[in-house]
């Protein structure tokens, strides 16, 4: 598990800026059964099957500043 909660968080030139969230490393499975990327689920999940990992992302509602995370920052 890691967080990624840091208001200067940058996912990369294209992509930009992030959203806070926690992240959950995981063996290969499928998504669903963690209910990720179901309708109305906040858990998101993203797999690499090169490294034979499925990546759960929850997103979370404070920076680690502890102010709150906006609708648009997303």
């Keep these: 598990m890691c967080s990624m909660m840091s208001m200067q968080g940058c996912l990369g030139d294209r992509a930009g800026h ?5 992240m959950f490393f995981v063996p290969l499975t ?3 059964a963690w209910g990720a990327d179901l309708p109305g689920s906040p858990l998101m999940a993203d797999q690499d ?15 680690s500043d502890g102010t709150a995370v906006l609708m648009d920052e997303h």
């Design 49 to 63: 099957l090169q490294d034979q990992l499925t990546v759960f992302l929850l997103p979370v509602a404070k920076w």
């Design 30 to 32: 499928e998504p669903v």
């Design 18 to 22: 992030g959203h806070s969230r926690l």
